[in-house]
Protein backbone atom coordinates (compact mmCIF):
# COMPACT_ATOMS: atom_id res chain seq x y z
CA UNK A 1 0.00 0.00 0.00
CA UNK A 2 1.22 3.37 -0.68
CA UNK A 3 1.75 6.09 2.28
CA UNK A 4 1.10 9.37 1.88
CA UNK A 5 4.29 11.47 3.60
CA UNK A 6 4.47 15.27 3.79
CA UNK A 7 8.33 17.06 3.58
CA UNK A 8 9.20 19.17 6.36
CA UNK A 9 11.70 21.44 5.74
CA UNK A 10 14.06 23.83 8.17
CA UNK A 11 15.69 26.31 6.64
CA UNK A 12 18.61 28.02 9.19
CA UNK A 13 21.35 30.72 8.86
CA UNK A 14 23.93 28.03 8.77
CA UNK A 15 22.50 24.54 8.00
CA UNK A 16 19.27 23.64 6.27
CA UNK A 17 17.47 20.41 7.63
CA UNK A 18 14.70 18.61 5.83
CA UNK A 19 13.13 15.07 6.70
CA UNK A 20 10.38 12.56 5.10
CA UNK A 21 7.35 12.28 8.29
CA UNK A 22 4.79 10.39 8.44
CA UNK A 23 1.34 11.29 10.33
CA UNK A 24 2.32 9.48 13.27
CA UNK A 25 5.32 11.71 13.67
CA UNK A 26 7.63 9.25 12.52
CA UNK A 27 10.93 10.57 10.99
CA UNK A 28 11.53 7.78 7.96
CA UNK A 29 14.63 9.67 6.45
CA UNK A 30 16.57 12.98 7.82
CA UNK A 31 18.88 15.33 6.10
CA UNK A 32 20.86 18.00 7.05
CA UNK A 33 22.82 20.00 3.73
CA UNK A 34 24.64 23.45 4.07
CA UNK A 35 22.40 26.28 3.51
CA UNK A 36 24.72 28.84 1.68
CA UNK A 37 23.25 31.82 2.56
CA UNK A 38 25.28 33.96 0.74
CA UNK A 39 24.53 31.88 -3.13
CA UNK A 40 21.41 32.97 -4.92
CA UNK A 41 18.28 30.56 -3.34
CA UNK A 42 17.91 28.21 -6.48
CA UNK A 43 21.60 27.12 -5.27
CA UNK A 44 19.43 25.71 -2.45
CA UNK A 45 16.38 24.93 -4.22
CA UNK A 46 17.91 23.30 -6.69
CA UNK A 47 19.93 20.43 -3.84
CA UNK A 48 16.10 20.24 -2.30
CA UNK A 49 14.52 19.47 -5.30
CA UNK A 50 16.45 16.80 -6.59
CA UNK A 51 17.11 15.00 -3.58
CA UNK A 52 13.05 15.24 -2.59
CA UNK A 53 12.37 13.71 -6.16
CA UNK A 54 15.16 11.32 -5.76
CA UNK A 55 14.15 9.90 -2.48
CA UNK A 56 10.66 9.07 -3.79
CA UNK A 57 11.70 7.66 -6.92
CA UNK A 58 13.58 5.51 -4.42
CA UNK A 59 11.00 4.77 -2.42
CA UNK A 60 7.77 4.11 -4.24
CA UNK A 61 6.07 2.72 -1.23
CA UNK A 62 5.75 6.45 -0.65
CA UNK A 63 3.75 9.18 -2.12
CA UNK A 64 4.23 12.93 -1.33
CA UNK A 65 1.45 14.48 0.22
CA UNK A 66 2.79 18.26 0.98
CA UNK A 67 5.61 19.93 1.81
CA UNK A 68 5.24 22.75 5.32
CA UNK A 69 8.55 24.87 5.66
CA UNK A 70 10.09 26.26 8.55
CA UNK A 71 12.34 29.52 7.16
CA UNK A 72 13.55 32.70 9.33
CA UNK A 73 11.30 35.28 8.48
CA UNK A 74 8.88 33.26 6.95
CA UNK A 75 5.12 34.61 6.17
CA UNK A 76 2.63 32.20 7.03
CA UNK A 77 -0.23 34.43 5.40
CA UNK A 78 1.89 35.75 2.14
CA UNK A 79 3.86 32.58 1.69
CA UNK A 80 7.01 34.36 1.15
CA UNK A 81 10.65 34.66 2.97
CA UNK A 82 10.87 37.85 3.81
CA UNK A 83 14.67 39.68 3.49
CA UNK A 84 15.44 36.76 5.79
CA UNK A 85 18.36 38.21 8.26
CA UNK A 86 22.02 36.52 7.86
CA UNK A 87 20.67 35.66 4.28
CA UNK A 88 21.48 37.31 0.89
CA UNK A 89 18.11 36.07 -0.48
CA UNK A 90 15.85 39.28 -0.34
CA UNK A 91 11.97 38.29 -0.56
CA UNK A 92 11.54 34.94 -2.14
CA UNK A 93 7.89 33.64 -2.65
CA UNK A 94 8.57 30.12 -1.52
CA UNK A 95 5.69 28.83 -1.94
CA UNK A 96 5.01 29.24 -5.27
CA UNK A 97 8.57 27.85 -5.97
CA UNK A 98 7.71 24.77 -4.34
CA UNK A 99 4.22 24.80 -5.89
CA UNK A 100 5.45 24.55 -9.55
CA UNK A 101 7.96 22.28 -9.29
CA UNK A 102 6.16 18.94 -7.04
CA UNK A 103 2.87 20.17 -7.83
CA UNK A 104 1.74 19.62 -3.94
CA UNK A 105 0.50 21.65 -1.46
CA UNK A 106 3.42 23.93 0.37
CA UNK A 107 2.36 25.44 3.70
CA UNK A 108 5.08 28.18 5.26
CA UNK A 109 5.68 29.71 8.48
CA UNK A 110 8.60 30.69 10.12
CA UNK A 111 11.35 28.64 11.86
CA UNK A 112 10.27 29.65 15.68
CA UNK A 113 6.76 28.47 14.59
CA UNK A 114 7.63 25.58 13.02
CA UNK A 115 9.52 24.58 16.35
CA UNK A 116 6.34 25.61 18.44
CA UNK A 117 4.13 23.72 16.11
CA UNK A 118 6.58 20.39 16.23
CA UNK A 119 6.53 20.45 20.09
CA UNK A 120 2.60 20.78 19.94
CA UNK A 121 2.12 18.27 17.94
CA UNK A 122 4.84 15.63 18.72
CA UNK A 123 6.90 17.13 21.36
CA UNK A 124 6.85 19.06 25.18
CA UNK A 125 3.75 21.01 24.54
CA UNK A 126 1.19 17.45 23.60
CA UNK A 127 -0.41 18.71 26.85
CA UNK A 128 -0.86 22.16 26.89
CA UNK A 129 -2.53 24.34 25.16
CA UNK A 130 -0.77 27.94 26.39
CA UNK A 131 2.99 27.79 25.77
CA UNK A 132 5.73 29.53 24.23
CA UNK A 133 8.90 27.80 22.27
CA UNK A 134 11.79 29.86 22.18
CA UNK A 135 14.75 28.96 19.53
CA UNK A 136 18.19 29.82 21.29
CA UNK A 137 20.32 30.07 18.29
CA UNK A 138 22.26 33.20 16.63
CA UNK A 139 19.30 35.16 17.66
CA UNK A 140 16.61 34.71 19.61
CA UNK A 141 13.30 33.67 18.15
CA UNK A 142 9.63 32.53 19.20
CA UNK A 143 6.35 30.45 18.69
CA UNK A 144 3.51 31.04 20.84
CA UNK A 145 0.39 28.80 21.02
CA UNK A 146 -2.49 30.71 23.35
CA UNK A 147 -5.72 28.81 23.49
CA UNK A 148 -4.51 25.80 21.26
CA UNK A 149 -3.87 27.90 18.59
CA UNK A 150 -0.40 29.66 17.11
CA UNK A 151 -0.79 33.17 16.89
CA UNK A 152 0.60 34.81 13.87
CA UNK A 153 -0.66 39.09 14.64
CA UNK A 154 -2.50 41.10 11.80
CA UNK A 155 0.48 40.21 9.51
CA UNK A 156 2.14 37.23 10.39
CA UNK A 157 4.71 38.66 12.13
CA UNK A 158 3.97 37.56 15.79
CA UNK A 159 6.40 36.26 18.09
CA UNK A 160 9.28 38.97 17.59
CA UNK A 161 10.54 38.29 21.41
CA UNK A 162 14.06 38.46 20.82
CA UNK A 163 13.30 41.99 20.17
CA UNK A 164 11.23 43.24 23.34
CA UNK A 165 13.11 45.92 25.05
CA UNK A 166 14.27 44.52 28.27
CA UNK A 167 16.49 47.41 29.07
CA UNK A 168 15.75 50.90 27.64
CA UNK A 169 19.81 51.66 28.49
CA UNK A 170 21.21 48.49 27.37
CA UNK A 171 23.18 47.08 24.64
CA UNK A 172 22.59 48.15 21.14
CA UNK A 173 20.59 44.96 19.18
CA UNK A 174 21.15 44.17 15.35
CA UNK A 175 18.16 45.44 14.58
CA UNK A 176 18.94 48.90 15.52
CA UNK A 177 16.92 49.48 18.67
CA UNK A 178 18.16 49.38 22.48
CA UNK A 179 18.31 47.04 24.75
CA UNK A 180 16.60 43.61 23.26
CA UNK A 181 16.64 40.43 25.06
CA UNK A 182 17.98 38.91 21.55
CA UNK A 183 21.60 40.96 22.31
CA UNK A 184 21.61 39.27 25.34
CA UNK A 185 20.26 35.98 25.61
CA UNK A 186 21.31 34.10 22.04
CA UNK A 187 25.17 33.65 20.54
CA UNK A 188 25.38 36.91 19.44
CA UNK A 189 24.33 38.00 22.94
CA UNK A 190 26.07 35.51 24.97
CA UNK A 191 29.13 36.49 22.34
CA UNK A 192 28.90 40.50 23.51
CA UNK A 193 28.49 39.41 27.42
CA UNK A 194 31.90 37.33 26.78
CA UNK A 195 33.36 40.29 25.13
CA UNK A 196 32.99 42.45 28.22
CA UNK A 197 34.07 40.04 30.59
CA UNK A 198 37.57 39.09 28.48
CA UNK A 199 37.85 43.13 28.52
CA UNK A 200 37.56 43.22 32.27
CA UNK A 201 39.64 39.99 32.49
CA UNK A 202 42.23 39.66 29.53
CA UNK A 203 44.29 37.45 31.40
CA UNK A 204 42.11 34.30 31.89
CA UNK A 205 42.83 31.95 30.05
CA UNK A 206 39.19 30.33 29.68
CA UNK A 207 37.74 33.83 28.68
CA UNK A 208 41.04 34.57 25.76
CA UNK A 209 39.79 30.84 24.52
CA UNK A 210 36.16 31.55 24.10
CA UNK A 211 36.46 35.23 22.86
CA UNK A 212 39.11 34.31 20.33
CA UNK A 213 37.00 31.33 18.10
CA UNK A 214 33.54 30.97 17.12
CA UNK A 215 31.15 30.98 20.25
CA UNK A 216 30.85 27.58 21.28
CA UNK A 217 28.32 26.68 23.83
CA UNK A 218 29.23 23.46 25.08
CA UNK A 219 33.13 24.60 25.57
CA UNK A 220 31.13 26.71 28.22
CA UNK A 221 28.93 23.52 29.25
CA UNK A 222 32.30 21.97 30.07
CA UNK A 223 33.68 24.43 32.19
CA UNK A 224 30.39 25.06 34.05
CA UNK A 225 30.60 21.63 35.38
CA UNK A 226 34.22 21.82 36.06
CA UNK A 227 33.56 24.69 38.26
CA UNK A 228 34.93 28.03 35.83
CA UNK A 229 33.40 31.03 37.62
CA UNK A 230 33.53 32.61 34.17
CA UNK A 231 31.42 30.08 32.46
CA UNK A 232 28.94 30.43 36.00
CA UNK A 233 28.50 34.12 35.49
CA UNK A 234 28.14 33.74 31.57
CA UNK A 235 25.41 31.91 32.29
CA UNK A 236 23.85 33.92 35.51
CA UNK A 237 24.52 36.84 33.53
CA UNK A 238 22.27 35.27 30.67
CA UNK A 239 19.70 33.92 32.68
CA UNK A 240 18.61 36.87 34.49
CA UNK A 241 18.24 38.91 31.20
CA UNK A 242 16.70 35.94 29.93
CA UNK A 243 14.69 35.43 32.92
CA UNK A 244 12.98 39.02 32.52
CA UNK A 245 12.10 39.06 28.64
CA UNK A 246 10.31 35.62 29.93
CA UNK A 247 8.56 37.54 32.69
CA UNK A 248 7.32 40.37 30.14
CA UNK A 249 6.19 37.24 27.86
CA UNK A 250 4.13 35.66 30.66
CA UNK A 251 2.33 38.95 32.32
CA UNK A 252 1.21 38.98 29.05
CA UNK A 253 0.20 35.58 28.39
CA UNK A 254 0.11 33.84 31.15
CA UNK A 255 1.60 30.28 29.75
CA UNK A 256 1.76 27.39 30.71
CA UNK A 257 5.47 26.73 30.15
CA UNK A 258 8.43 28.05 28.14
CA UNK A 259 10.14 24.96 26.00
CA UNK A 260 13.62 25.95 24.64
CA UNK A 261 14.90 24.68 21.37
CA UNK A 262 18.22 25.24 19.89
CA UNK A 263 22.00 25.31 20.17
CA UNK A 264 22.37 27.18 23.45
CA UNK A 265 19.11 25.22 24.94
CA UNK A 266 21.41 22.53 25.48
CA UNK A 267 22.99 24.07 28.41
CA UNK A 268 19.93 23.50 30.27
CA UNK A 269 19.62 23.89 34.42
CA UNK A 270 22.91 26.22 33.73
CA UNK A 271 21.08 28.82 32.08
CA UNK A 272 17.77 27.80 32.93
CA UNK A 273 17.82 27.90 36.56
CA UNK A 274 19.13 31.56 36.79
CA UNK A 275 16.51 32.49 33.93
CA UNK A 276 13.67 30.90 36.41
CA UNK A 277 14.87 32.95 39.51
CA UNK A 278 14.94 36.29 37.46
CA UNK A 279 11.49 35.47 35.61
CA UNK A 280 9.83 34.70 38.84
CA UNK A 281 11.81 37.74 40.30
CA UNK A 282 9.71 39.95 37.50
CA UNK A 283 6.26 37.89 37.63
CA UNK A 284 3.29 39.10 39.26
CA UNK A 285 2.56 37.26 42.64
CA UNK A 286 -0.01 34.63 41.11
CA UNK A 287 1.76 33.60 38.65
CA UNK A 288 5.05 32.79 40.68
CA UNK A 289 5.91 28.93 40.73
CA UNK A 290 3.28 28.31 37.62
CA UNK A 291 5.27 28.68 35.02
CA UNK A 292 7.70 25.83 33.68
CA UNK A 293 11.18 26.57 31.79
CA UNK A 294 11.48 23.19 29.95
CA UNK A 295 13.82 22.16 27.33
CA UNK A 296 12.91 20.76 24.23
CA UNK A 297 11.39 16.91 24.20
CA UNK A 298 12.19 16.59 20.79
CA UNK A 299 15.59 14.65 19.20
CA UNK A 300 17.97 17.36 18.26
CA UNK A 301 17.06 19.68 15.54
CA UNK A 302 13.52 17.78 14.66
CA UNK A 303 11.49 20.07 16.20
CA UNK A 304 11.27 22.38 13.10
CA UNK A 305 10.99 19.55 10.43
CA UNK A 306 8.38 17.85 12.68
CA UNK A 307 6.26 21.04 12.75
CA UNK A 308 7.10 22.36 9.15
CA UNK A 309 5.39 18.49 8.54
CA UNK A 310 2.43 18.87 10.72
CA UNK A 311 0.97 21.98 8.89
CA UNK A 312 0.71 19.32 6.17
CA UNK A 313 -0.42 16.36 8.09
CA UNK A 314 -2.76 18.41 10.62
CA UNK A 315 -4.97 19.29 7.63
CA UNK A 316 -5.49 15.55 5.95
CA UNK B 1 -43.36 39.54 21.72
CA UNK B 2 -41.17 38.94 24.61
CA UNK B 3 -37.69 40.17 23.70
CA UNK B 4 -34.73 38.29 25.71
CA UNK B 5 -32.01 40.39 26.33
CA UNK B 6 -28.48 40.46 28.48
CA UNK B 7 -27.58 42.10 31.79
CA UNK B 8 -23.88 43.45 30.94
CA UNK B 9 -22.12 44.10 34.60
CA UNK B 10 -18.94 45.91 34.80
CA UNK B 11 -17.29 46.17 38.69
CA UNK B 12 -14.97 49.13 39.40
CA UNK B 13 -13.03 50.23 42.13
CA UNK B 14 -15.10 53.05 42.60
CA UNK B 15 -18.49 52.63 40.67
CA UNK B 16 -20.25 49.89 39.44
CA UNK B 17 -21.88 50.03 36.00
CA UNK B 18 -24.96 47.63 34.37
CA UNK B 19 -27.16 47.78 31.96
CA UNK B 20 -30.26 45.94 30.06
CA UNK B 21 -28.99 45.15 26.36
CA UNK B 22 -30.31 43.52 23.07
CA UNK B 23 -28.50 41.52 20.60
CA UNK B 24 -28.10 44.44 18.57
CA UNK B 25 -26.26 45.82 21.22
CA UNK B 26 -28.85 48.33 22.11
CA UNK B 27 -28.58 50.02 25.74
CA UNK B 28 -32.16 49.94 27.01
CA UNK B 29 -31.00 51.04 30.47
CA UNK B 30 -28.12 51.91 32.15
CA UNK B 31 -27.20 52.54 35.40
CA UNK B 32 -24.22 53.35 37.63
CA UNK B 33 -23.98 53.09 41.09
CA UNK B 34 -21.22 53.03 43.61
CA UNK B 35 -19.34 49.87 43.92
CA UNK B 36 -18.51 50.51 47.77
CA UNK B 37 -15.66 48.32 47.63
CA UNK B 38 -14.79 48.44 51.53
CA UNK B 39 -18.18 46.84 52.15
CA UNK B 40 -18.38 42.82 52.09
CA UNK B 41 -19.64 42.06 48.62
CA UNK B 42 -23.24 41.10 49.83
CA UNK B 43 -24.02 44.76 49.50
CA UNK B 44 -23.21 45.26 46.22
CA UNK B 45 -24.48 42.09 45.34
CA UNK B 46 -28.45 42.91 47.35
CA UNK B 47 -28.45 46.15 45.39
CA UNK B 48 -27.81 44.62 42.28
CA UNK B 49 -30.17 41.70 42.85
CA UNK B 50 -33.20 44.04 43.90
CA UNK B 51 -32.63 46.58 40.71
CA UNK B 52 -32.06 44.07 37.92
CA UNK B 53 -35.44 42.04 39.42
CA UNK B 54 -37.27 45.53 39.58
CA UNK B 55 -35.99 46.35 36.01
CA UNK B 56 -37.64 42.57 34.35
CA UNK B 57 -40.61 43.30 37.24
CA UNK B 58 -41.68 46.65 35.40
CA UNK B 59 -41.06 45.77 31.80
CA UNK B 60 -42.50 42.62 31.00
CA UNK B 61 -41.80 42.34 27.62
CA UNK B 62 -38.21 41.67 28.56
CA UNK B 63 -36.81 38.70 29.74
CA UNK B 64 -33.32 37.89 30.97
CA UNK B 65 -31.28 35.84 28.75
CA UNK B 66 -28.38 35.75 30.99
CA UNK B 67 -25.84 37.72 32.61
CA UNK B 68 -22.54 38.66 31.82
CA UNK B 69 -20.05 40.09 34.58
CA UNK B 70 -16.58 42.19 34.09
CA UNK B 71 -14.82 42.51 36.99
CA UNK B 72 -10.89 43.53 38.13
CA UNK B 73 -9.57 40.02 38.94
CA UNK B 74 -12.39 38.38 37.42
CA UNK B 75 -11.58 34.46 36.47
CA UNK B 76 -13.08 33.34 33.56
CA UNK B 77 -12.35 29.50 33.94
CA UNK B 78 -13.06 29.44 37.82
CA UNK B 79 -15.92 31.67 37.72
CA UNK B 80 -14.84 33.67 40.74
CA UNK B 81 -13.23 37.40 41.14
CA UNK B 82 -10.14 36.42 42.92
CA UNK B 83 -8.93 39.25 45.58
CA UNK B 84 -9.60 41.97 43.57
CA UNK B 85 -7.55 45.14 44.16
CA UNK B 86 -8.66 47.88 45.92
CA UNK B 87 -11.64 46.32 46.70
CA UNK B 88 -11.84 44.23 50.20
CA UNK B 89 -13.99 41.27 48.81
CA UNK B 90 -11.13 38.59 48.79
CA UNK B 91 -12.23 35.72 46.65
CA UNK B 92 -16.12 35.82 45.74
CA UNK B 93 -17.74 33.16 43.86
CA UNK B 94 -19.81 35.16 42.02
CA UNK B 95 -20.97 33.32 39.24
CA UNK B 96 -22.38 30.49 41.38
CA UNK B 97 -24.59 33.32 43.29
CA UNK B 98 -25.54 35.14 40.56
CA UNK B 99 -26.67 31.88 38.99
CA UNK B 100 -28.56 31.12 42.02
CA UNK B 101 -29.99 34.13 42.57
CA UNK B 102 -31.43 34.73 38.54
CA UNK B 103 -31.46 31.08 37.51
CA UNK B 104 -29.72 32.23 34.58
CA UNK B 105 -26.67 31.69 32.61
CA UNK B 106 -23.54 33.89 33.87
CA UNK B 107 -20.54 34.55 32.55
CA UNK B 108 -17.48 36.14 33.94
CA UNK B 109 -14.19 38.02 33.17
CA UNK B 110 -11.91 40.91 33.91
CA UNK B 111 -12.64 43.81 33.33
CA UNK B 112 -10.18 44.69 30.91
CA UNK B 113 -11.44 41.63 28.60
CA UNK B 114 -14.89 43.13 29.26
CA UNK B 115 -13.98 46.15 27.37
CA UNK B 116 -12.14 44.07 24.48
CA UNK B 117 -15.03 42.09 23.81
CA UNK B 118 -17.34 45.01 23.68
CA UNK B 119 -15.29 47.06 21.33
CA UNK B 120 -14.94 43.75 18.92
CA UNK B 121 -18.47 43.05 19.45
CA UNK B 122 -19.73 46.54 18.79
CA UNK B 123 -17.31 48.96 18.61
CA UNK B 124 -13.75 50.16 17.06
CA UNK B 125 -12.71 46.86 16.66
CA UNK B 126 -15.51 45.20 14.60
CA UNK B 127 -13.43 44.30 11.87
CA UNK B 128 -10.01 43.67 13.06
CA UNK B 129 -9.19 40.17 14.46
CA UNK B 130 -5.66 41.41 16.10
CA UNK B 131 -6.02 44.42 18.51
CA UNK B 132 -5.64 45.34 22.36
CA UNK B 133 -7.47 46.95 24.76
CA UNK B 134 -6.23 48.80 26.99
CA UNK B 135 -7.94 50.17 30.46
CA UNK B 136 -6.11 53.43 31.61
CA UNK B 137 -7.83 54.05 34.92
CA UNK B 138 -6.33 53.58 38.63
CA UNK B 139 -4.24 51.04 36.73
CA UNK B 140 -3.46 49.51 33.16
CA UNK B 141 -5.31 46.77 32.23
CA UNK B 142 -5.52 44.78 28.75
CA UNK B 143 -7.73 42.64 27.32
CA UNK B 144 -5.76 41.15 24.30
CA UNK B 145 -6.88 39.74 20.77
CA UNK B 146 -5.14 37.39 18.49
CA UNK B 147 -6.98 35.65 15.58
CA UNK B 148 -9.53 36.77 15.94
CA UNK B 149 -10.02 35.10 19.82
CA UNK B 150 -9.72 36.67 23.43
CA UNK B 151 -6.43 35.38 24.80
CA UNK B 152 -7.09 33.80 28.30
CA UNK B 153 -3.74 31.85 29.00
CA UNK B 154 -3.56 28.57 30.97
CA UNK B 155 -5.24 30.00 33.76
CA UNK B 156 -7.32 32.84 33.02
CA UNK B 157 -5.34 35.30 33.63
CA UNK B 158 -3.36 36.76 30.18
CA UNK B 159 -3.54 40.32 29.62
CA UNK B 160 -1.50 42.04 32.10
CA UNK B 161 0.21 44.21 30.28
CA UNK B 162 0.37 47.02 33.32
CA UNK B 163 2.98 44.66 34.89
CA UNK B 164 5.42 44.28 32.01
CA UNK B 165 8.63 45.70 33.07
CA UNK B 166 9.78 48.51 31.30
CA UNK B 167 12.52 49.67 33.16
CA UNK B 168 14.31 47.20 35.50
CA UNK B 169 15.65 50.51 37.19
CA UNK B 170 12.13 52.44 37.48
CA UNK B 171 9.62 53.14 40.41
CA UNK B 172 8.35 50.74 42.48
CA UNK B 173 5.09 49.15 41.68
CA UNK B 174 2.28 48.66 43.68
CA UNK B 175 2.64 44.93 42.97
CA UNK B 176 5.82 45.23 44.73
CA UNK B 177 7.80 44.69 41.63
CA UNK B 178 10.17 47.34 40.00
CA UNK B 179 9.48 49.63 36.76
CA UNK B 180 6.38 47.64 35.93
CA UNK B 181 4.36 49.87 33.02
CA UNK B 182 1.37 50.61 35.13
CA UNK B 183 3.52 52.39 37.44
CA UNK B 184 3.86 55.09 35.08
CA UNK B 185 0.48 55.05 32.59
CA UNK B 186 -2.20 55.13 34.81
CA UNK B 187 -3.82 57.48 37.63
CA UNK B 188 -1.15 55.94 40.07
CA UNK B 189 1.52 56.33 37.65
CA UNK B 190 0.49 60.08 36.77
CA UNK B 191 0.21 61.02 40.76
CA UNK B 192 4.00 60.07 40.64
CA UNK B 193 4.79 62.28 38.07
CA UNK B 194 3.11 64.81 39.19
CA UNK B 195 4.59 64.46 42.70
CA UNK B 196 8.18 64.31 41.34
CA UNK B 197 7.65 67.08 39.01
CA UNK B 198 5.92 69.40 41.68
CA UNK B 199 9.17 68.38 44.27
CA UNK B 200 11.41 69.59 41.72
CA UNK B 201 9.10 72.71 40.69
CA UNK B 202 7.33 73.51 44.24
CA UNK B 203 6.19 76.88 43.58
CA UNK B 204 4.68 76.48 39.97
CA UNK B 205 0.88 77.43 40.61
CA UNK B 206 -0.21 74.52 38.45
CA UNK B 207 1.81 71.58 39.47
CA UNK B 208 0.61 72.93 43.81
CA UNK B 209 -3.02 72.91 42.33
CA UNK B 210 -2.78 68.98 40.73
CA UNK B 211 -0.16 67.91 42.98
CA UNK B 212 -3.28 68.90 46.19
CA UNK B 213 -6.21 67.29 45.34
CA UNK B 214 -7.24 63.88 43.46
CA UNK B 215 -5.86 63.48 40.43
CA UNK B 216 -7.94 64.74 37.39
CA UNK B 217 -7.55 64.35 33.82
CA UNK B 218 -9.58 66.78 32.69
CA UNK B 219 -7.81 69.46 34.88
CA UNK B 220 -4.33 68.45 32.97
CA UNK B 221 -6.35 68.42 29.53
CA UNK B 222 -7.44 71.81 30.20
CA UNK B 223 -3.91 73.27 31.31
CA UNK B 224 -2.58 71.15 28.16
CA UNK B 225 -4.94 72.94 25.24
CA UNK B 226 -3.79 76.61 27.25
CA UNK B 227 -0.04 75.75 26.73
CA UNK B 228 1.29 75.17 29.96
CA UNK B 229 4.19 73.18 29.54
CA UNK B 230 4.50 71.09 32.59
CA UNK B 231 0.51 69.61 31.41
CA UNK B 232 2.85 69.04 27.82
CA UNK B 233 5.67 67.46 30.19
CA UNK B 234 3.34 65.23 32.02
CA UNK B 235 1.88 63.75 29.06
CA UNK B 236 5.02 63.62 27.18
CA UNK B 237 6.80 61.60 29.94
CA UNK B 238 3.60 59.55 30.26
CA UNK B 239 3.32 58.59 26.67
CA UNK B 240 6.94 57.67 26.10
CA UNK B 241 7.08 54.98 28.79
CA UNK B 242 3.46 53.77 27.49
CA UNK B 243 5.26 53.61 24.09
CA UNK B 244 7.93 51.09 25.53
CA UNK B 245 5.31 48.81 26.77
CA UNK B 246 3.42 48.97 23.42
CA UNK B 247 6.12 48.38 21.76
CA UNK B 248 6.83 45.55 24.01
CA UNK B 249 3.48 44.12 23.33
CA UNK B 250 3.32 44.63 19.48
CA UNK B 251 6.63 42.75 19.05
CA UNK B 252 5.08 40.26 20.58
CA UNK B 253 1.59 39.71 19.49
CA UNK B 254 1.96 42.15 15.99
CA UNK B 255 -1.68 43.91 16.66
CA UNK B 256 -3.58 46.01 13.95
CA UNK B 257 -4.13 48.55 17.02
CA UNK B 258 -4.10 49.45 20.46
CA UNK B 259 -7.66 51.02 21.40
CA UNK B 260 -7.58 52.75 24.50
CA UNK B 261 -10.73 52.78 27.03
CA UNK B 262 -10.99 54.44 30.64
CA UNK B 263 -10.80 57.15 32.37
CA UNK B 264 -7.15 58.80 31.12
CA UNK B 265 -7.58 57.33 27.56
CA UNK B 266 -10.11 60.33 27.24
CA UNK B 267 -6.13 62.86 27.14
CA UNK B 268 -6.66 61.34 23.27
CA UNK B 269 -3.91 62.51 20.95
CA UNK B 270 -2.21 64.57 23.93
CA UNK B 271 -1.12 61.14 25.24
CA UNK B 272 -1.50 59.08 22.43
CA UNK B 273 1.15 61.22 19.98
CA UNK B 274 4.26 60.86 21.86
CA UNK B 275 3.34 57.22 22.69
CA UNK B 276 3.50 56.58 19.01
CA UNK B 277 6.30 58.38 18.55
CA UNK B 278 7.63 56.18 21.62
CA UNK B 279 6.49 52.87 20.75
CA UNK B 280 7.31 53.37 16.45
CA UNK B 281 11.01 54.43 18.25
CA UNK B 282 11.15 50.70 20.27
CA UNK B 283 9.49 48.18 16.98
CA UNK B 284 11.21 46.06 14.60
CA UNK B 285 11.13 48.37 11.94
CA UNK B 286 8.62 46.17 9.95
CA UNK B 287 5.87 47.22 12.19
CA UNK B 288 6.47 51.03 12.06
CA UNK B 289 3.50 52.65 10.72
CA UNK B 290 1.15 49.97 10.74
CA UNK B 291 0.02 49.77 14.33
CA UNK B 292 -2.35 52.66 15.34
CA UNK B 293 -3.70 54.32 18.35
CA UNK B 294 -7.27 54.66 18.78
CA UNK B 295 -9.52 55.99 21.09
CA UNK B 296 -12.57 53.56 22.11
CA UNK B 297 -15.28 53.87 19.51
CA UNK B 298 -18.10 53.53 22.13
CA UNK B 299 -20.04 56.15 24.58
CA UNK B 300 -18.39 56.94 27.54
CA UNK B 301 -18.46 53.80 30.02
CA UNK B 302 -20.71 51.66 28.00
CA UNK B 303 -17.62 49.24 26.23
CA UNK B 304 -17.76 47.24 29.51
CA UNK B 305 -21.19 46.26 29.89
CA UNK B 306 -21.42 45.72 26.34
CA UNK B 307 -18.81 43.31 26.44
CA UNK B 308 -19.77 41.65 29.21
CA UNK B 309 -23.30 40.96 27.85
CA UNK B 310 -21.88 39.86 24.37
CA UNK B 311 -20.41 36.80 26.58
CA UNK B 312 -23.96 36.11 26.49
CA UNK B 313 -25.41 37.37 23.66
CA UNK B 314 -22.92 35.96 21.40
CA UNK B 315 -23.67 32.42 22.63
CA UNK B 316 -26.78 32.71 21.68
Redesign the interface.
Known amino acids: MIKKIAVGIDIGGTNTVYGFIDSSGRVIEYVEIPTRGNQPIDDLLSRLDSRIKLFFKKNISFELLGIGIGAPNGNHFTGKI ?1 SPPNLSWGDVDIVTIFKENFNCKTILTNDANAAALGEKKFGAAKN ?3 FVVITLGTGLG ?1 G ?1 F ?2 G ?1 L ?11 G ?7 GRKCN ?4 GCLESYASATGIKKTIINLFEENPKDAFLQNINSGKINGLTIDKAFDSGNLFAKEIYDYTGIQLG ?1 GL ?3 A ?6 AFIFYGGFSNAGKRLLKPAQISMD ?7 VG ?1 ISLLQSALPKGQAGILGAASLILTEN
Open positions: QMNDSISGKLYGHDGFAGEMHMCIDPECGNIRAQANLLSPENYLLSGHN
